[in-house]
């Protein structure tokens, strides 16, 4: 854990860069925010199990929006953050044993909620010279077993910042409905893929599984959530949709089983609706720039291989070091420039494949433009000295 | 389910009086809504997983007050209201197939957070006869196997009202040291306690298993939750705390699994300290007068017997019927006096023996005095249509 190394480090009054976490700094819509301002609701009672009315509602106009009209409110139950969605999924999908593929690198807490059902991930790799795209049909299918309950991707991908191609979702819904299996679609970033790319044509944007779902209804499950996208990590609502009446009734038993979800935090939530094109505009370019400062940055450093990021906010990136949890640990208790340090996310811990990972690691681009300028600068200096020890 | 004859009952035209649901209406306190009206974060982020600082303090500082003095932030973990606290102790507690104690009738979502973890509940009686006070200890240990985990207890109890005396809660500390049980206590209607009664003593108050943690540090854990106390079910703010430093840093694991409660509610249940001693002293004079109207007017029906509850809000109800469940369904469905009903939960959900609570129902009274009243006499006269048909 390098948590209390950091706090350590703080408490003896060095700043700490956090480019480990993806707790973004962009503003919370001010349409969210006068939710709290107008409150009038006493008491604060419970929220239908489901969800509140009124964000179900906004939820359905929000899909409706984005071209998906077949999307109803009684295919969803609202979650506390995707992360609640997560674990109804694996818990309604899988039997203890039951196994779900993953493309690894992938994010952490995945081993979590497959942790509570039981349920074992097994993973397919990929790469950091192909950007983390997806590999080949064959590769994937090689995993399947009678175990195997479902694929589950993160599109754009937390850590790796890609961005499938419409051909690759288009391989994982084929491979789903080949082999009778879920196909669970982590969207949570949807919004964060920025054109023009090499690999994901200008135009195109972020490919939904949504755009699949009446195909295969029985079988795609969207996870979703609003905490990136309005920047609102800290009111816990997310949302699972499925055509597939049986599961959803399991997963609408489970929200019953923990009775609501805050009612302020769905109440902002609501608001989604109100908050204008004009932000996500805004926070993408904001993003956009903040990635390319950092691409151009890291490349930078001699023995630094960072490809470019699609979407998301967050990129894997290959140090000249054997042991990146090591290096990130030297970060915080060692390494010192102007009493300032940066803090990165190990590589290791988003394989579950022994030794993979070790010489990457994972960056957030959620802070300014200066301060990642800064970030790199400490990373390149902190390079230079932990080589030569 | 109920729920959607209610609704059918609502649209058209029916006034429903609910006496099925536990959510209060008393006004949740002015020093917890003024966090609304003040609110300044932005954007509104990611708390920590145990807890935010501020509300671990609070608690503790509650906690503090009420004569446990030992209780310090490290042994809590910060949940998503008593659900989640609930869902993670059986986690942390049961492998699946472990078996946990519960006492006969109990609450219903038990039955859904041991099922995440793939525990069985195994139920031990109680009477209404005898107020539905615990059976004797050997009764008790009769239901003891090499499976047997914990005793899972809720003080004062959901759905009886019962608070236990304090050779109770001893007799249950003695077979948990004894047979090196954990000891689950559910203590979320703790201030809610109406002196005097004839079996609680007036000066006693709930006895809270506090007191006993110093003594069986590695087996009692605490489950507690704003929701009722402070009438803010819908924020979802509970704590679990224990000594057992195994088991809390299993607890937080899955904290940090699902990243963070929500950040507005946790600040609002941060002001916990701040509501005056004279909010309870309010509460609970009216809740005392709603029980003592409740009781005087049900034990006035021919054929109902209703024992006085203890404390909670609720009481188990016998009825002259034989299946409450269809009697339930048949107040939503046909019975309407001047275009009113009331809506009860049927007893049998609160038990897993077969055929046990079949003539009793479960009464909340979150009901003004005036609407409980009216309650009182719709059942009055329900009954007697329902048992010449």
Redesign the interface.
């Known amino acids: 854990m390098l948590v209390p190394l950091a706090n350590e480090a703080k408490k003896a009054g060095v700043k700490v860069y956090h480019l480990n976490?993806g707790?973004?700094?962009?503003?919370?819509p001010a349409e969210m925010?006068r939710v709290?301002?107008d409150?009038k609701t006493?008491?604060?009672?419970?929220?239908q199990p489901q969800g509140d009315l009124e964000l179900l509602e906004s939820l359905k106009t929000y899909y409706h929006r984005l071209g998906y009209g077949f999307v109803e409110t009684a295919q969803m139950q609202v979650t506390?953050?995707g992360?609640?969605g997560l674990?109804m999924a694996f818990?309604a999908i899988c039997n203890?044993g039951d196994e779900v593929i993953v493309f690894e690198p992938f994010y952490a807490?995945y081993r979590?909620?497959a942790?509570?059902a039981?349920a074992k991930l097994v993973s397919v790799a990929t790469v950091i010279n192909s950007g983390f795209h997806l590999s080949k049909k064959s590769q994937i299918e090689r995993q399947i077993t009678a175990r195997t309950r479902a694929i589950l991707y993160c599109n754009p991908n937390n850590p790796t910042g890609t961005a499938y191609l419409r051909e690759e979702v288009e391989m994982l819904v084929g491979i789903a409905k080949k082999h009778g299996l879920f196909l669970l679609a982590d969207e949570v970033y949807r919004e964060f893929v920025y054109p023009p790319s090499p690999r994901n044509g200008a135009s195109e944007g972020q490919v939904s599984v949504l755009g699949y779902m009446q195909k295969l209804p029985e079988q795609i499950v969207l996870l979703d959530s609003l905490s990136k996208r309005y920047?609102?990590?800290?009111?816990?609502i997310g949302v699972v949709i499925s055509q597939n009446q049986e599961l959803m009734a399991g997963v609408k038993?489970?929200g019953?089983?923990?009775?609501?979800?805050?009612?302020?935090?769905q109440k902002?939530a609501a608001k989604l609706t109100e908050v204008p094109k004009s932000y996500f505009a805004k926070v993408q370019r904001e993003y956009q720039k903040r990635r390319d400062v950092l691409y151009a940055g890291l490349n930078k450093i001699p023995g630094v291989k960072a490809p470019k990021p699609e979407g998301a906010f967050y990129m894997m990136v290959e140090l000249p070091v054997k042991d990146s949890d090591d290096f990130c640990r030297w970060l915080l208790t060692d390494f010192r420039d102007h009493g300032e340090t940066v803090m990165l996310a190990p590589g290791a811990g988003f394989y579950t494949s022994k030794g993979k990972g070790n010489n990457e690691v994972r960056v957030a681009y959620v802070l300014n433009q200066k301060d990642l300028k800064r970030s790199v600068e400490l990373l390149k200096k902190a390079l230079e000295v932990y080589l030569k020890k």
Chains 1, 2 share one sequence.
């Open positions: 976490i707790d973004p700094d962009i503003e919370t925010l709290l301002k409150w006493n008491p604060i009672g419970y929220a506390n953050g992360s609640e674990m818990l203890p807490n979590s909620y942790g509570v039981g920047s609102v990590c800290g009111i816990r038993l489970m019953q089983g923990r009775l609501s979800s805050g009612l302020v935090d902002i």
